[in-house]
């Protein structure tokens, strides 16, 4: 289910990531679940849910932008 607001994510995504990687997370997440509700359009056909789809894309989006540092998720460098 798509998250409205950042209170919603998952409180590993709460907990780790700045507030900032979470509006990332939440708005890839939010597009994933749009762009794959259709198991077919999906990697793999329908063997992942689409959960698990959405959570991938959302973390690969963060880590586009962000990288963990001494255990801390930090803005990359550009």
Do not use: T
Not at 8 to 31: F, G, M, T, W
């Amino acid at each position: 289910m798509p998250y409205s607001s950042n209170k919603d994510l998952p409180s590993a995504v709460q907990n780790h990531l700045p507030e900032h990687a979470q509006d990332i997370y939440r708005k890839a997440y939010n597009n994933a679940h749009e762009e794959y509700l259709d198991p077919k359009k999906r990697r793999g056909g329908s063997e992942e849910s689409l959960e698990e789809v959405c959570a991938k894309v959302a973390w690969a989006a963060v880590k586009k932008e962000y990288e963990k540092a001494d255990g801390q998720w930090v803005r990359k460098e550009k």
